[in-house]
């Protein structure tokens, strides 16, 4: 069975631009989440998708948004970029919108805003 | 609010030998499943083993094992005879279990061990 895809691998970007990061999920896995890297705040949850809507949401601007399709597959747009947006972006899939099942991850999206 | 707190920033392990990288957790939620997961340089989080809080048997995972002690709140793991290819981050990691499929949930992680092996 195929793990979680992420695209593209690594994107540098200009600050005030907007970005567009893509997660196809585990087959038959309907629970896609976000989760930002960063040196400094370490692991943090962005958003989670089950069934094409948002069920849970981090702390984090407007700037980042999401959605799911029908298929399962998610993407994450930020728009406006600022330098802090420099990160690691994980994508990762579940069977289920809930902890009794494992979360796989991808393999990441580096974003590099210069 | 959850919490996890791993207390080690990095271990060292000689090769073949066992190691404990330490967990600890906060939770007001009864149900809930803890995940340990390795990040390598490259940057891809790999699952290692997953353990449920009403799950009676500690969870292994050919050479990973997690020491789950629920009433200290406690949820170590064990890597036996430990290869080069270990050396990597360790994150430890819960998340709430909630009462539907749909529940909504999300991972708290911990800082990460950062674990060298030795040859």
């Known amino acids: 069975k195929a793990g979680v895809t992420q695209t593209p691998r690594y994107l540098i970007k200009t600050r005030g631009q907007q970005v567009t990061l893509s997660c196809s999920p585990i087959?038959?896995?309907?629970?896609v989440s976000w989760y930002q890297q960063t040196p400094g705040q370490g692991l943090q949850f962005l958003f989670e998708?089950?069934?094409?809507?948002?069920?849970n949401k981090g702390n984090f601007p407007g700037r980042f948004s999401g959605r799911q399709f029908s298929n399962s597959r998610s993407e994450m747009n930020v728009s406006t970029l600022e330098l802090g947006d420099s990160a690691l972006y994980l994508c990762?899939?579940?069977?289920?919108?809930?902890?009794?099942?494992?979360?796989?991850f991808g393999p990441g999206t580096r974003l590099t805003v210069t | 609010a959850q919490k996890i707190t791993q207390t080690q920033p990095g271990m060292f392990v000689q090769e073949k030998e066992a190691v404990t990288l330490d967990c600890t957790y906060d939770?007001?939620?009864?149900?809930?499943?803890l995940f340990w997961y390795k990040q390598p340089s490259s940057g891809e989080m790999i699952f290692l083993i997953y353990?449920?809080?009403?799950?009676?048997q500690n969870a292994t995972e050919g050479r990973y094992s997690l020491n789950f002690q629920k009433a200290r709140k406690s949820a170590n793991l064990v890597i036996s005879a430990s290869q080069l290819g270990d050396s990597a981050m360790y994150f430890c990691?819960?998340?709430?279990?909630?009462?539907?499929?749909?529940?909504?949930?999300?991972?708290?992680f911990g800082e990460g061990t950062q674990l060298t092996v030795n040859p």
């Open positions: 990691a819960m998340r709430e279990r909630g009462l539907r499929e749909t529940s909504g949930s999300r991972l708290t």
């Open positions: 998708y089950f069934s094409e809507t948002q069920r």
């Open positions: 990762a899939s579940s069977f289920a919108s809930t902890g009794g099942y494992e979360q796989y």
């Open positions: 087959s038959g896995h309907r629970s």
């Open positions: 939770t007001s939620d009864p149900s809930y499943g």
């Open positions: 353990q449920g809080s009403y799950d009676q």
